[in-house]
């Protein structure tokens, strides 16, 4: 039996405050552009908001550099704005989760400034410096964003760690000086009253010691070495002190960012009597459509098996242990509807299918702005375009290193990367989707005019209006919330049938994740008493007979047998 607790319950909405609304006509999305728009959360169902970072920064990375962590960025607004945006979101109910990156800071932090000035300097231990070896980097490390994870500084002629840019250095976990000031910095934030942290890659503060060479998996010459930073040995140690110190003094929502993680580590890091943080997000669903080498999987049916053994094992895997978080999408992830469903033709079917799919499984769900009017990928003309700066690296170095042809790796960039999240929230079909009235910093997705929250708002049958039945439902059937799941038809290729059961009450979901009509049998042993309809994503007679059927593309139910 799961405990029960407020996070568990809730819907958590993802913003990316860039992206989501300009109140200013300066083409970036703001605090008071958010403040705005609170009303339509609530609208929607929304309890909780989790923000990307709104701190100062010099945007190498979009916010996840920050330089410092009590302050806003001048783009975004005041930290009077930021109380305010708080206040306005206490009023109506909904909390606050603030995004913590203290894996690394921007290398125009004052802590890093100072750094680099010397040896000697009593901040040069904050980060993690190497003299070179042999001439060259101090390891074969890779960054995520290409090239290597190694910066040289010529000013002390060492280098110094960064696992994503070169304008994000690596923190110094191993120095208690920087853990003792991250965990005052976030006890300030906690004290103005936020109700929690997203923890960006929480999982990699440790690093070996020693720092070795990763054995050479590829030609590259640079190689990732997650084996020597991911979950590393002192990793628990540090959380569970970060637990100590602060997290244990407050009743708020942690969920750590952790790549790579097995149920077993999540069930370390985010277990229910022992672990330091209350869940973590994991990405073995979202790796599944991962590219190998320039091909990119696409047949979306054959992967609906890896997506079900995967989803069913965390499920099974930390009943009753830990919590998952479920999502589809995020801000460094292609549009869910265009990775998991189907853009064109069955787009809102698809887009409300997947919907179904993340209220309906245990765990908190976690829905990232624009999904909910079923928002998809872009596909700009010229790399230009693009804003990020893990895109620009690929593609550069495809194109100028492995001579990948450029329009080939420009398909790549269409299907993978980051800014098909970061395009403007569709707001209306005026210009520039409503975003803003200015020139929006990444050009809005062309199929605004038809894809917006306000037609989305006017349509009864838009998938803004299925997700806001989705939350209600969340919130009405206790069930859905901590119902044990059950996975049902195994094999079956196309659909995605499971249960959930909670002491007598009893739902079963039944999800078509192809574009075909599928006909579906129950297994003989499935006793179906009395069936109520609670959702579909189809016009259907709610007293059809359910031991055998056929769902429609796409096609969508929950009953309560
Ligand atoms: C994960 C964040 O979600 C991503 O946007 C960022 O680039 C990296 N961590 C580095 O902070």
């Not at 070179?132 to 101090?138: D, I, L, N, S, V």
Request: proline share 5%.
């Amino acid at each position: 039996m799961t405990n029960r607790a407020w996070w568990k319950e809730c819907v958590v909405y993802q913003i990316y405050p860039r992206s989501f609304y300009d109140s200013n006509g300066d083409g970036i999305g703001d605090l008071r552009g958010i403040l705005q728009k609170l009303d339509y959360l609530k609208e929607l169902g929304i309890d909780v908001v989790w923000l990307c970072p709104v701190y100062k920064s010099p945007n190498d990375d979009n916010g996840y550099d920050i330089s410092n962590y009590q302050d806003i960025m001048d783009e975004f607004g005041t930290l009077a704005d930021w109380e305010k945006l708080l206040a306005e979101m206490h009023k109506r109910e909904m909390k606050l989760v603030m995004d913590l990156v203290v894996n690394h800071t921007s290398d125009e932090h004052p802590w890093f400034q100072e750094a680099r000035k010397s040896k000697d300097n009593p901040y040069r231990d904050f980060y993690i410096w190497r003299p070179a070896k042999a001439g060259h980097e101090p390891n074969n490390w890779r960054s995520f964003f290409g090239g290597s994870a190694w910066g040289y500084d010529e000013q002390t002629s060492e280098y110094y760690l960064h696992l994503f840019s070169k304008k994000q250095p690596d923190l110094n976990w191993e120095n208690p000086q920087v853990r003792e000031e991250i965990y005052t910095m976030m006890d300030w934030w906690l004290q103005k009253g936020i109700d929690g942290f997203r923890m960006d890659v929480i999982n990699m503060l440790s690093k070996t010691p020693g720092l070795p060479d990763v054995p050479a998996v590829t030609n590259d010459r640079y190689q990732f070495a997650g084996q020597y930073f991911v979950n590393g040995p002192r990793l628990m140690e540090f959380l569970l002190e970060m637990k100590a110190k602060v997290l244990s003094r407050y009743d708020i929502l942690t969920v750590g960012e952790t790549p790579f993680v097995t149920t077993q580590d999540a069930i370390m890091i985010a277990g229910e009597e022992t672990g330091a943080l209350k869940m973590v997000f994991q990405f073995e669903h979202m790796d599944l459509s991962a590219e190998t080498g320039a091909e990119i999987r696409t047949d979306k049916s054959s992967r609906l098996l890896d997506l079900k053994s995967v989803m069913s094992r965390w499920q099974k895997d930390l009943e009753g242990r830990a919590w998952n978080s479920i999502y589809l999408g995020n801000h460094d992830q292609p549009r869910s509807v265009s990775q998991f469903g189907d853009d064109g033709r069955y787009r809102v079917e698809s887009a409300k299918l997947l919907a179904t799919f993340i209220h309906m499984l245990q765990g908190t769900p976690y829905v990232y702005q624009g999904d909910e009017i079923g928002m998809t990928n872009v596909a700009f003309e010229s790399i230009d375009d693009y804003r990020d700066v893990a895109t620009r690296n690929m593609y550069r170095e495809a194109v100028e290193n492995k001579g990948v042809d450029p329009l080939e790796a420009l398909k790549v960039v269409h299907a993978k990367s980051r800014d098909n999240a970061r395009t403007p929230m569709q707001w209306d079909p005026s210009k520039q989707a409503g975003f803003t009235t200015g020139t929006p910093w990444i050009k809005v997705n062309p199929n605004y005019e038809e894809i917006n929250v306000a037609e989305a708002r006017a349509n009864p049958e838009s998938v803004f209006h299925y997700y806001k039945k989705l939350i209600r439902l969340r919130k009405e059937n206790p069930v859905i919330v901590y119902g044990s799941y059950d996975l049902l038809l195994a094999s079956h290729e196309e659909i995605y049938a499971f249960t959930r059961t909670l002491e007598e009450d009893r739902l079963f979901v039944i999800l078509n994740f192809s574009a075909n009509t599928s006909v579906f049998h129950l297994p003989e042993d499935f006793a179906v008493k009395s069936t109520e309809l609670l959702i579909s994503n189809y016009n259907i007679n709610p007293d059809e007979n359910i031991q055998e059927f056929s769902l429609h593309p796409y096609e969508a139910r929950v009953y309560r047998l």
